[in-house]
């Protein structure tokens, strides 16, 4: 049945002879032994949600036969359940999702039940196949249509067990938490006895020693930064952050960020400014209501990081912050006129541990932790996030989570007043 799948897959169009012919059948078969030898659970999946083709893999994984799974609704083989062995809903199953939306869906947390009703931990990556159709000229001209349109025409679905990965992953998340949280304390007094050695009124150093302290001090500071950092990441990591949810004004919470880092951009002699409704303009300016469902604390610790960055790599001029709303979403930007990202820099820059290398960036302490974190608690909290850089110029780093309509506002209001009472 795969095998016969996978023949009409390549015959995209109809053979013109029999060497076509031939041509498709030995590449269809050199895929069949490509995806019978993958490690990985592959299943095909129609557009009716038929299972048209199922490798020893996936046989393997859900203890299906592959006579037996091939021409079944996908449902009877992928049963999808959550932490609680509660099956979970059609709009959070990804082979579903891909099929209706016609976008990738990639799950991680979500367990498949085998047909020993085992639970395994999966990872699930369901990607549409789609097929390019022309309409046909003869249809009435007073009816405008688009010349071609595309169709979904299956769901390829690639899985595999994670849980042995994931229980590694846990265990040196939770050394790094353990060793971070040990090693604070000591940093915190190997800093505090330097601080007392650079104060003139508890020591008498010489300037060479005073030179060497402040040099230790500093040292003693990054680290206990980089235990912190490290901390903040794997809570995020496992989803241990305290998250407590609220209705958020988004503009209220972009102000305040803002006059909370006034006097750190003073410092520097820049100008950090709010733009209301995403336009040039000072704090005062009026600024549409966009409400957001997020946690207050983490929606601060990201822009607040998002602000200190921008600072930190800008020599002059200055900070923007703005919010606005974009398809739907709230858009908080952040923009600056300092040095910039190179353009090869870009993709990894949210990656752990990764900092741009170069001249104007040795100088400037930092973990390479922080806009890792960013993007974990945005993530967490369902929303996005990304950059616009110009290399010697400024860069302009935003977050996007959704904009509740006054409608939803008031019923989650509701919903929350409920559950508190």
């Known amino acids: 049945m795969g095998q016969i799948f996978l023949d009409k897959l390549f015959a995209k169009q109809p053979p013109a002879n029999q060497n076509s012919t031939a041509n498709i059948s030995a590449t269809a078969e050199k895929s069949a032994i490509v995806i019978n030898s993958i490690s990985d659970g592959i299943a095909i999946v129609d557009e009716k949600g038929i299972i048209q083709l199922f490798n020893p893999a996936a046989s393997e994984l859900t203890g299906w036969p592959q006579n037996q799974a091939e021409n079944l609704d996908f449902r009877s083989i992928f049963q999808f359940v959550d932490l609680t062995e509660h099956q979970i809903p059609d709009e959070q199953n990804p082979i579903l999702i891909a099929l209706k939306s016609g976008q990738p869906n990639i799950r991680e947390d ?25 309409n046909d000229s003869r249809k009435d001209l007073a009816v405008q249509t688009p010349e071609t349109e595309t169709k979904i025409t299956g769901v390829v679905v690639v899985f595999r067990d994670i849980t042995r990965e994931k229980a590694d992953q846990n265990a040196q998340t939770e050394f790094i938490s353990t060793a971070s949280h040990e090693m604070r304390t000591p940093v915190a007094i190997i800093e505090g006895y330097l601080g007392m050695l650079l104060n003139p009124a508890t020591a008498t150093v010489d300037p060479r020693g005073l030179d060497y302290a402040q040099k230790a001090h500093e040292a003693a500071q990054h680290l206990g930064h980089l235990f912190q950092d490290l901390l903040d990441v794997t809570k995020a990591d496992d989803r241990r952050t305290h998250t407590e949810l609220a209705l958020i004004d988004a503009g209220a919470a972009a102000k305040q960020v803002v006059e909370q880092f006034q006097s750190q951009a003073v410092a520097k002699n820049l100008t950090l400014t709010y733009a209301a409704g995403g336009n040039a303009g000072d704090a005062k300016t009026i600024s549409p209501l966009y409400i957001i469902y997020v946690d207050l604390d983490q929606l601060n610790e990201i822009l607040g990081n998002l602000v200190e960055n921008a600072i930190k790599y800008t020599k002059t001029g200055g900070v923007q912050v703005s919010v606005r709303e974009t398809g739907g979403r709230v858009r908080f930007e952040v923009r600056d006129s300092g040095i910039g990202i190179p353009a090869e820099d870009v993709p990894h820059l949210f990656q752990k541990f990764y900092r741009v290398d170069n001249s104007d960036t040795r100088e400037i302490g930092g973990t390479g932790l922080g806009l890792y974190l960013i993007k974990k608690l945005t993530e967490n909290l369902g929303g996005q996030v990304g950059l616009v850089s110009d290399y010697g110029k400024g860069s302009t780093f935003w977050v996007e989570f959704d904009r509740l309509t006054r409608d939803q506002a008031i019923a989650k209001a509701q919903t929350m007043k409920q559950r508190e009472g």
């Open 110 to 134: 979500i367990y498949l039940q085998t047909a020993a009703k085992k639970h395994l931990l999966v990872s699930v990556k369901a990607t549409p196949i789609t097929q390019t159709i022309k």
